[in-house]
């Protein structure tokens, strides 16, 4: 299976008022394979600082274990070349054939930076439009060079640097 390029996204909510909106789109989205789920975690701490944490994905469990591997590969090639990636790759095998989660140990880090009466998710988002494009980049021999997501705020502050004040 190929996996698609990956995003981390961190969103916090003060005093959320969920109506659904934010479910609809993300299963639209993935209904039309736009995206998927490769984990999401959501945490919600109340007035009196208890917890309550929703954790989903949309990988089978061979393709969470496919996933654990090729992780856990990268991880022990950088730590120690290719003979860390033979044993990244089955540590990651074993850690997703366990039921361990990509966010799994992220759960108590969440609860304990939000405030009282807010919640925070944070998703791996696989871009399954993406992979087309990359697999054509790759063929035509390029490489990704850099990426990154353009927001507002950086419009702005290109613009106060550009023009005079």
Do not use: Y
């Amino acid at each position: 299976m190929s996996f698609g390029p990956m995003q981390i996204l961190v969103v916090g909510f003060e005093e959320g008022r969920f109506t659904g909106a934010i479910l609809e789109e993300l299963r639209r989205l993935r209904e039309h394979d736009v995206i998927r789920l490769v984990d999401l975690l959501f945490v919600q701490k109340d007035e009196n600082g208890e917890t309550a944490v929703i954790e989903t994905s949309d990988l089978t469990t061979d393709e969470s274990i496919e996933l654990g591997a090729l992780a856990g590969a990268l991880v022990g090639l950088g730590a120690a070349g290719e003979e860390g990636a033979e044993v990244g790759a089955l540590a990651g095998a074993e850690a997703a054939a366990a039921g361990e989660t990509p966010l799994g140990d992220d759960v108590w880090f969440v609860a304990d930076t939000i405030p009282p009466g807010s919640s925070a998710a944070i998703a791996i988002i696989e871009h399954r439009w993406a992979i087309g494009l990359r697999d054509a980049i790759r063929e035509a021999g390029g490489e990704a060079l850099a990426d990154e997501w353009l927001h507002p705020s950086d419009l702005v502050a290109a613009g106060e640097r550009v023009l005079p004040t």
